[in-house]
C-alpha cells in the first residue's frame, strides 16, 4: 500500500453515514431531511468542530458568493456548514470513496446539494482549471501529507489572483511525538506533522503571501475534553484523542491556523 492508500484505509473503518444517520435519528430528527446542526458537528473532522469552522471561515473572509475548494473535505461537514451558514459555493476534495459518497447522500438529504459537491481524488493533482476558485481550506489534513509543497502549489493554480488560503492543522511546536494513535494516524508511517515554520516556507514557495498565524491551543484542550466527555468526531476512538490531548498538554503538538493570500 502506498501513502494515500494508507490514509484511506485509515479513515475507511465503520460505515460513517449509517454512523452520522444514527445520530439524527437518536435525536428524534428525520434522517432524510435534516440541517447541518442536527449532526452535532460529529461530521466535522477537527478539532473546536463547528464553531471553529464558523471561526476559520470568517478569518478567510468566506461570504455568500465565495467559490470554495475545501482540500480533504472528509464527510462534508466542513462544506454543508459554509454552504448553509455563509451562502458560499464549495466544492470538495477527498481521498476516501467512503467519505465522498457519505458526504454527497448526507448533503442531498439537507438540500444543499447545489452548493456543495464533491469529487474523490487527491489534493495533490486537483481536478480544476487555473484560477476558478476565491477561497481554499486545508482543515486538520496536512497531518496525512508529507508534501506540503505540492498541496500548496496546487492551491495556489486553482486561486484567483487575490485568493485566500486558509490552513487549520495540527502542528509540531517542539518535542517528539510519544503516543500513536493519534486521530488522522495508527502509526508514524503515514503521520507528517510538522511546525508552523514549514507551513509558512511552503506557502512562499508557492507564491503565497502569509498574512497571519493563530495558535487555538486553549480552545483545543478544552474541545478535547468535551469530547471525551461525550461524543466527538465521527469514527475517532478514545485511545487517539487521550494521546492527542497528552501531546497538547505537554506542549508537543497544538491547533494552528495559518492565513495566505495570492498578490
Ligand atoms: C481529519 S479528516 C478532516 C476532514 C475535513 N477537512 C473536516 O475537517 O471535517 C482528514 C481528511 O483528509 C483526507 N486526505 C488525506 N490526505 C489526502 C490527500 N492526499 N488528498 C485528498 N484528501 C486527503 C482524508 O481522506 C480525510 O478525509
Given at each position: 500500500?502506498?501513502t494515500e492508500?494508507?490514509?484511506?484505509?485509515?479513515?475507511s473503518?465503520?460505515n460513517?453515514?449509517d454512523?452520522l444517520?444514527?445520530?439524527i435519528?437518536a435525536?428524534g430528527?428525520?434522517?432524510?431531511h435534516f440541517?447541518?446542526?442536527?449532526l452535532?458537528?460529529?461530521?466535522?473532522?477537527?478539532?473546536?468542530?463547528a464553531q471553529?469552522?464558523?471561526r476559520?471561515?470568517?478569518r478567510?473572509?468566506?461570504?455568500?458568493?465565495?467559490?470554495?475548494?475545501d482540500?480533504?473535505?472528509?464527510?462534508?461537514?466542513?462544506a454543508?456548514h459554509?454552504?448553509?451558514?455563509f451562502?458560499?459555493t464549495?466544492?470538495?476534495?477527498?481521498?476516501t470513496?467512503?467519505?465522498?459518497a457519505?458526504?454527497?447522500s448526507?448533503t442531498?438529504?439537507?438540500?444543499l446539494?447545489s452548493l456543495?459537491?464533491?469529487?474523490?481524488?487527491?489534493?495533490l493533482?486537483?481536478?480544476?482549471d487555473?484560477s476558478?476558485f476565491?477561497?481554499?481550506l486545508?482543515v486538520?489534513v496536512g497531518?496525512?501529507?508529507?508534501?506540503?509543497?505540492?498541496?500548496f502549489?496546487?492551491?495556489a493554480?486553482v486561486l484567483?489572483?487575490?485568493?485566500?488560503?486558509a490552513?487549520?492543522?495540527?502542528?509540531?511546536?517542539?518535542?517528539d511525538i510519544e503516543q500513536y494513535p493519534?486521530?488522522?494516524?495508527?502509526?508514524?508511517?503515514?503521520?507528517?506533522?510538522q511546525?508552523?515554520l514549514a507551513y509558512s516556507?511552503?506557502l512562499e514557495q508557492?507564491?503565497?503571501?502569509v498574512?497571519q498565524?493563530?495558535k487555538p491551543?486553549?480552545?483545543?484542550?478544552?474541545?478535547l475534553?468535551?469530547?471525551?466527555a461525550?461524543s466527538?468526531?465521527?469514527?475517532?476512538?478514545?485511545?487517539?484523542?487521550?494521546?492527542?490531548?497528552?501531546a497538547?498538554?505537554s506542549?508537543?503538538?497544538?491547533p494552528?491556523?495559518?492565513y495566505?493570500?495570492?498578490?
Amino acid at each position: 500500500m502506498n501513502t494515500e492508500e494508507s490514509v484511506a484505509a485509515h479513515y475507511s473503518r465503520g460505515n460513517v453515514e449509517d454512523v452520522l444517520l444514527g445520530i439524527i435519528k437518536a435525536a428524534g430528527g428525520n434522517p432524510q431531511h435534516f440541517v447541518p446542526a442536527d449532526l452535532h458537528g460529529a461530521d466535522q473532522l477537527h478539532i473546536g468542530g463547528a464553531q471553529a469552522t464558523t471561526r476559520v471561515a470568517t478569518r478567510a473572509g468566506v461570504n455568500a458568493g465565495s467559490h470554495v475548494v475545501d482540500l480533504g473535505s472528509g464527510t462534508g461537514g466542513v462544506a454543508r456548514h459554509l454552504a448553509h451558514d455563509f451562502g458560499a459555493t464549495v466544492h470538495g476534495v477527498d481521498l476516501t470513496p467512503q467519505f465522498v459518497a457519505a458526504a454527497r447522500s448526507l448533503t442531498e438529504r439537507t438540500g444543499l446539494s447545489s452548493l456543495a459537491t464533491f469529487s474523490q481524488g487527491s489534493i495533490l493533482a486537483l481536478p480544476f482549471d487555473e484560477s476558478v476558485f476565491d477561497v481554499a481550506l486545508l482543515v486538520h489534513v496536512g497531518m496525512n501529507i508529507q508534501n506540503k509543497d505540492q498541496v500548496f502549489a496546487e492551491a495556489a493554480r486553482v486561486l484567483r489572483p487575490g485568493g485566500i488560503m486558509a490552513v487549520y492543522d495540527i502542528m509540531l511546536m517542539g518535542g517528539d511525538i510519544e503516543q500513536y494513535p493519534l486521530p488522522w494516524a495508527q502509526t508514524p508511517d503515514t503521520s507528517f506533522v510538522q511546525p508552523p515554520l514549514a507551513y509558512s516556507d511552503a506557502l512562499e514557495q508557492a507564491g503565497f503571501e502569509v498574512d497571519q498565524e493563530v495558535k487555538p491551543l486553549a480552545e483545543g484542550i478544552e474541545f478535547l475534553e468535551k469530547s471525551t466527555a461525550s461524543s466527538g468526531p465521527v469514527g475517532v476512538d478514545a485511545g487517539a484523542l487521550s494521546n492527542l490531548m497528552t501531546a497538547f498538554r505537554s506542549g508537543v503538538l497544538s491547533p494552528v491556523e495559518i492565513y495566505a493570500h495570492l498578490p
